[in-house]
């Protein structure tokens, strides 16, 4: 079994910065792929960013390209997101989550963490 666990979400005002952390245990981290995704209400999750296993690739989604940026830290078993120029419409619950590359395929996730901005 894997654990993710997401800290980091919170109230912010729109331009104003956030870094979601998410640690991952119960197997070795530096075997998995890892993404970042958000839920509006009512929406089905969509993809935000992904990083490979060894950090040496990354995938942002058009619609927070230039604004967001993922890595990770494997010796602390941690996967950031930063989020920068944060627009109201970034409102969601974040979820981090095992990948596969490239097909984006999902498996283990977190429990979310919430995110609002407001303006």
């Known amino acids: 079994q894997v654990q993710l666990v997401e800290s980091g979400g919170g109230l912010v005002q729109a331009g104003d910065s956030l870094r979601l952390s998410c640690v991952v245990s119960?197997?070795?981290?530096?075997?998995?792929?890892l993404g970042w995704f958000r839920q509006y209400p009512g929406k089905e999750r969509e993809f935000v960013a992904a990083?490979?296993?060894?950090?040496?690739?990354?995938y942002i989604a058009n619609s927070v390209q230039g604004r967001f940026t993922i890595s990770r830290e494997n010796v602390k078993n941690v996967v950031y997101l930063q989020m920068n120029s944060l627009k109201p419409e970034d409102t969601a619950a974040y979820y981090c989550?095992?990948?596969?590359?490239?097909?984006?395929?999902?498996?283990?996730w977190g429990q979310g963490t919430q995110v609002t901005v407001s303006s």
């Open positions: 989550a095992t990948v596969d590359i490239p097909s984006m395929r999902t498996g283990y």
């Open positions: 119960g197997r070795t981290f530096s075997n998995y792929n």
């Open positions: 990083i490979t296993w060894d950090g040496g690739r990354t």
